[in-house]
Structure formats: structure tokens, C-alpha cells
């Protein structure tokens, strides 16, 4: 079974700075991977996935991830942080060859300071 | 603009008492989700529906039921909440074949008194 770890449960940056979360994976094979993002109260949306192909991905609101086979990992990165940016960010993967249902991380907190 | 939507958005119930929350999509996909998420915590799956297969985790509650009438509602009942069941309440859809992504709706906020 697949398994999904989000080492740092808070990150604090300043505004404008640059940011990196973190998420390795434990799969046999290449997975799907995933970055939602929830904002206070609301819902998961999809900033970026990763299915195959380019390792390299662009998602919405700036941000991008890259998928490292040899390190199992998956990290969300945005050059210039806005405030509004503030929220809880999930990495989660779907096993290519069993189970549709994807595994979630423990997400994330992201705090933005002005 | 095809979307998930939930209602209410807010609940407020008594304890014991039972409760309701539903979910409709208009996006046609064929699989639909409940999670359970408390504070900081991930999404849990509680169950979800493969067309109208229905299948449970093996850990939800028996005081947690669904029913899918149609392809575009599902609803969660809670038969007799608990206050270990305030949470928030997603449902999410997915289409089969497009690789386990996931779209999710606003939630319910539960709370039980």
C-alpha cells in the first residue's frame, strides 16, 4: 500500500520570500501525486499533479512541484509567497496499479508574514 | 460552471439526534466520496461509491450511512451523532480513468451540542 509523509506541520515565511513544502512518498512504482490546497473553512482544491512524463509540474496560483524517483519525493515550491497564500496544503498519491482511492499526508500549515 | 456542491454548509444538531448532509455534483462523475476532517487533521475517508457500489472503510462507524439516489446526489446520515462526530464534512468526486483526481466540494460544518 502506498503511504504519503508531510514532515513539517508548520512553515512560517514572510511575504514575498520563496517556499518549499515537503512530501515524500512510499510506493513499488511510480505513483500519482498530488498537491490540494484548503483554505480556513473551505474545501481541498487541486494546485498540481503529477502522472507522468515531465517531472517538472506548473500548477495554478504559481506554484510547482517536482517529482524526484530517486529521493520518493514530491515538494511543492512558489518563488514569491502573497499572504493570501496562508492555508493547509495536502500531498497525497494514488497507487498506479491497485486502489483508485489516494492516501493524504497530514498536510501542512502555511504562514504568511507580512 | 460544473462544480460540487454541499448543503448546508453549517449544522448544528443535538446530541443523539440525527442529521443529515448532502452533496450533489453536476460534474458526472461516476465515483463520489465522503471524508470526515477534523481540526488539523488530513481527510478521512469514510466511504465512498463506485457507481452505485457502494463500499465502506473498514474503520467508519456504524452510526455513519450514505445513500446515492442518482448519479449527481449523495447524502451522509448520521444516525445518532456523538460529540466526537463535530467535524467538517467533504464529499469529493472523481471520473474513472482520469487517474484518482479529486474534486472536492466546500464542506459541512458539524457541530453537536
Known amino acids: 500500500a502506498q503511504s504519503v509523509t508531510q514532515p513539517d506541520i508548520h512553515i512560517t515565511v514572510s511575504e514575498g520570500a520563496s517556499l518549499e513544502l515537503r512530501c515524500n512518498y512510499s510506493?513499488?512504482?511510480?505513483?500519482?501525486l498530488f498537491w490540494y490546497v484548503q483554505s480556513p473553512g473551505q474545501g481541498l482544491q487541486l494546485l498540481l499533479k503529477y502522472f507522468s512524463g515531465d517531472t517538472l509540474v506548473q500548477g495554478i496560483k504559481g506554484f510547482e512541484a517536482e517529482f524526484k524517483r530517486s529521493q520518493s519525493s514530491f515538494n511543492l515550491r512558489k518563488p514569491s509567497v502573497h499572504w493570501s497564500d496562508a492555508a493547509e496544503y495536502f500531498c497525497?498519491?494514488?497507487?498506479?496499479?491497485?486502489?483508485?482511492?489516494?492516501?493524504f499526508g497530514r498536510g501542512t500549515s502555511l504562514i504568511v508574514h507580512p | 460552471d460544473a462544480m460540487v456542491i454541499q448543503n448546508p454548509r453549517y449544522q448544528v444538531t443535538q446530541f443523539g439526534k440525527p442529521v443529515t448532509l448532502s452533496c450533489s455534483q453536476t460534474l458526472n462523475h461516476n465515483v463520489m466520496y465522503w471524508y470526515q476532517q477534523k481540526s488539523s487533521q488530513a481527510p478521512k475517508l469514510l466511504f465512498h461509491y463506485y457507481d452505485k457500489d457502494f463500499n465502506n472503510e473498514a474503520d467508519t462507524p456504524d452510526n455513519f450511512q450514505s445513500r446515492r439516489p442518482n448519479t449527481s446526489f449523495c447524502f451522509l446520515d448520521i444516525r445518532s451523532p456523538g460529540l466526537g462526530d463535530a467535524a467538517m464534512y467533504l464529499c469529493?468526486?472523481?471520473?474513472?480513468?482520469?487517474?484518482?483526481?479529486?474534486?472536492f466540494g466546500p464542506g459541512t460544518r458539524l457541530t453537536v451540542t
Open positions: 510506493y513499488g512504482a511510480t505513483p500519482y
Open positions: 469529493a468526486t472523481s471520473r474513472e480513468g482520469r487517474s484518482y483526481e479529486q474534486y
Open positions: 497525497a498519491v494514488g497507487a498506479t496499479g491497485g486502489s483508485y482511492i489516494p492516501t
